[in-house]
Each structure stands twice: as structure tokens, then as C-alpha cells.
């Protein structure tokens, strides 16, 4: 549904572009996880597909047709709900649901059905007379999403939409965006929860320094990474055990317990074997691949973010 094709874009009085030649697609039916530190350019790049900031450089379609004639012709289709809390406090939800179907063009009837339909599927109908300002923060979440879903967009953006909310309300609004998603729209979810896009997300993108990292399935990216032991061990001195692990991999020590990135050829078994040649004492072993977190950590290279 939406194709964006070598994005750049460079804010004025700055020499460094915020996003250098960026290329995504989003399908209808699936939940794109979009993952970045601080700087990374997401905002820049939601900014773009809500209208907020202008292409510069490349192109950015939706089923083929320009981004600035959909957004001319239909605005409706494309729909955010941004990080920040965007209602009216002093305004009940029912009032702020009336509100914004009103500026979003739609008729009584139509009016109506969708306020119905928003208030139940944010399961707020018990808190319609409630002014947004004495909402909890869960509560609050779910009306930012209310009031997006209000013209039934077929793309809509989610920029960290649990943010500050308990585990009960970060469930609920984790399973209404796969149902969203589930119902036919294009999903783009931002969060700096990676737990979350592991287990939302058909298609996970990690964007830095204004650029697209990887992309792919979860399964795709994080196969793609060496396989790695992760041990703790007795009765061997620090020194002689890193000096045999090295020979399999990367070695890193984690307080108590030691990771080792497996190198080409070398399998858990020969290590766990060598391990116990040399008169170790298992206490604890895993192995695996890349889990999300670690896979970031690495693109991104770890580095505190402003």
C-alpha cells in the first residue's frame, strides 16, 4: 500500500540530512515495526507520511499514487496517533470523539455509527461523560486511538502508544493493533519496547543516523546472526577459560557468566566438550541467536543517545 522510495530530507540551517535515501514498504494486513534510538530520524520519517513536513528528495506513493494527492483528496486514509496525548483535557471523551469526527468531515449518520464503533473498540464506553484530563494513563492511550480510528484509515501510524501505561493496558492495546492489522490496514508501530515488535510485528525496520539498517521478518534478521553459548562455569581460572573460548568466537564477559558469538564451523557441542576437558564445572548453558534487543544494540554500535 505504501512505497517510499529514497527519502531524503535535510532540516533548514543543518549540514546533516535526517534521513539519507530511505526505502520501505508497508502492506495492508501487516504491522511494520519501525525501531530507532534517539535522532534516528523516525520522526522525521512519520512527519512525512502525516503531512507535517514536505518530500524534498525521493517519492512516497500510496497504491501507486502520490503522497501529496492522497493527503489532498483523502486525507482520512492515513491516520496518526502520536506519542503525545491529542484530545481537548477539559473536554469529556464523547465530546472530543464529536469533535474530531466533525473535523474529519463526517456526516451524521456516518458521525454516529463511528463514534459507536471507536468507543467499543477502545472499550471507552464506560468512560464517555469522563473529562480526558481525569483519565488514567492507560485510558488515555486508548483514546488517542480512538480518535485516529474515527475515519477508518487505511494506513495508520502508531508513535509509541504505550508509553507510560500499566501491563494490563499495554495487552489491550497490543492486541487491538493486530486486530486493526488483522482487519486490513497498514500498521506503522514505533516503540523502544523491542518485547513489543517481537511480538506484533510482521516486518521489523531498524532506522539510524537518518538510514535503514536491515529489513525484514523477525525470523529473516534475526537468523542472520552468528549463534551464540551463553555460560557460566566453576573451578576454572578467568583467564584459562576466556583464552578456550576465544578459540570458538567472540568472547564477552557478563558479570558471573561468559557469551561467546560462535565462529563459522564451530558448534555449542565442541565448545560445552572442550569446557569440560579442561575441568569445568557447568553451572548454567544456553545457546540461541540474536534476541531483537541484541540485534539493535549491535547495528546501532551501543552508543548513548541524546
Same mark, same amino acid.
Given at each position: 500500500?505504501?512505497?517510499? $522510495?529514497?527519502?531524503?530530507?535535510?532540516?533548514?540551517?543543518?549540514?546533516?540530512?535526517?534521513?539519507?535515501?530511505? %526505502?520501505?514498504? &508497508?502492506?495492508?494486513?501487516? /504491522?511494520?515495526?519501525?525501531?530507532?534510538?534517539?535522532?534516528?530520524?523516525?520522526?522525521?520519517?512519520?512527519?512525512?507520511? %502525516?503531512?507535517?513536513?514536505?518530500?524534498?528528495?525521493?517519492?512516497?506513493?500510496?497504491?501507486?499514487?502520490?503522497?501529496?494527492?492522497? *493527503?489532498?483528496?483523502?486525507?482520512?486514509?492515513?491516520?496518526?496517533?502520536?506519542?503525545?496525548?491529542?484530545?481537548?483535557?477539559?473536554?469529556?471523551?464523547?465530546?472530543?470523539?464529536?469533535?474530531?469526527?466533525?473535523?474529519?468531515?463526517?456526516? &451524521?449518520?456516518?458521525?454516529?455509527?463511528?463514534?459507536?464503533?471507536?468507543?467499543?473498540?477502545?472499550?471507552? @464506553?464506560?468512560?464517555?461523560?469522563?473529562?480526558?484530563?481525569?483519565?488514567?494513563?492507560?485510558?488515555k492511550r486508548r483514546l488517542n486511538l480512538a480518535i485516529a480510528? #474515527?475515519?477508518?484509515?487505511?494506513?495508520?501510524?502508531?508513535?509509541?502508544?504505550?508509553?507510560?501505561?500499566?501491563?494490563?493496558? $499495554?495487552?489491550?492495546?497490543?492486541?487491538?493493533?493486530?486486530?486493526?492489522?488483522?482487519?486490513?490496514?497498514?500498521?506503522?508501530? =514505533? %516503540?523502544?519496547?523491542? @518485547?513489543?515488535?517481537?511480538?506484533?510485528?510482521? $516486518?521489523?525496520?531498524? /532506522?539510524?543516523?537518518?538510514?535503514? #539498517?536491515?529489513?525484514?521478518?523477525?525470523?529473516?534478521?534475526?537468523?542472520?546472526?552468528?549463534?551464540?553459548?551463553?555460560?557460566?562455569?566453576?573451578?576454572?581460572?578467568? =583467564?584459562?577459560?576466556?583464552?578456550?573460548?576465544?578459540?570458538?568466537?567472540?568472547?564477552?564477559?557478563?558479570?558471573?557468566?561468559?557469551?561467546?558469538?560462535?565462529?563459522?564451523?564451530?558448534?555449542?557441542?565442541?565448545?560445552?566438550? &572442550?569446557?569440560?576437558?579442561?575441568?569445568?564445572?557447568?553451572?548454567?548453558?544456553?545457546?540461541? *541467536?540474536?534476541? #531483537?534487543?541484541?540485534?539493535?544494540?549491535?547495528?546501532?554500535?551501543?552508543?548513548?543517545?541524546?
Amino acid at each position: 500500500m505504501l512505497a517510499i $522510495r529514497n527519502l531524503s530530507y535535510g532540516y533548514p540551517h543543518t549540514e546533516k540530512f535526517a534521513l539519507t535515501g530511505v %526505502s520501505l514498504n &508497508a502492506e495492508r494486513g501487516q /504491522i511494520l515495526g519501525l525501531l530507532g534510538p534517539n535522532g534516528a530520524g523516525k520522526t522525521t520519517l512519520i512527519s512525512h507520511l %502525516s503531512g507535517v513536513l514536505p518530500v524534498q528528495r525521493g517519492d512516497i506513493s500510496i497504491d501507486g499514487l502520490p503522497l501529496a494527492v492522497v *493527503r489532498r483528496n483523502t486525507p482520512t486514509r492515513i491516520a496518526v496517533a502520536p506519542q503525545e496525548y491529542a484530545f481537548y483535557p477539559m473536554l469529556t471523551v464523547m465530546e472530543n470523539l464529536e469533535c474530531f469526527a466533525a473535523a474529519g468531515g463526517l456526516g &451524521a449518520d456516518r458521525k454516529r455509527q463511528r463514534i459507536d464503533a471507536c468507543l467499543a473498540f477502545s472499550q471507552l @464506553e464506560r468512560f464517555a461523560r469522563v473529562r480526558a484530563e481525569r483519565l488514567s494513563g492507560g485510558l488515555k492511550r486508548r483514546l488517542n486511538l480512538a480518535i485516529a480510528l #474515527l475515519p477508518e484509515p487505511e494506513l495508520i501510524l502508531l508513535d509509541e502508544p504505550t508509553v507510560g501505561v500499566d501491563p494490563q493496558s $499495554r495487552a489491550f492495546l497490543l492486541e487491538a493493533v493486530k486486530t486493526l492489522a488483522n482487519n486490513g490496514a497498514a500498521v506503522i508501530y =514505533t %516503540s523502544h519496547y523491542m @518485547e513489543e515488535i517481537e511480538a506484533i510485528a510482521d $516486518r521489523v525496520i531498524i /532506522i539510524d543516523d537518518g538510514k535503514v #539498517l536491515c529489513d525484514g521478518t523477525l525470523n529473516e534478521l534475526l537468523n542472520e546472526g552468528a549463534a551464540h553459548v551463553r555460560l557460566a562455569v566453576e573451578g576454572v581460572m578467568a =583467564t584459562q577459560l576466556s583464552e578456550l573460548l576465544g578459540r570458538f568466537g567472540t568472547v564477552e564477559s557478563i558479570g558471573e557468566e561468559w557469551r561467546v558469538m560462535l565462529s563459522p564451523g564451530q558448534t555449542p557441542a565442541a565448545l560445552l566438550t &572442550a569446557v569440560e576437558q579442561l575441568g569445568g564445572r557447568l553451572r548454567h548453558a544456553e545457546f540461541g *541467536r540474536n534476541n #531483537l534487543e541484541q540485534l539493535f544494540m549491535t547495528l546501532t554500535h551501543q552508543s548513548l543517545r541524546d
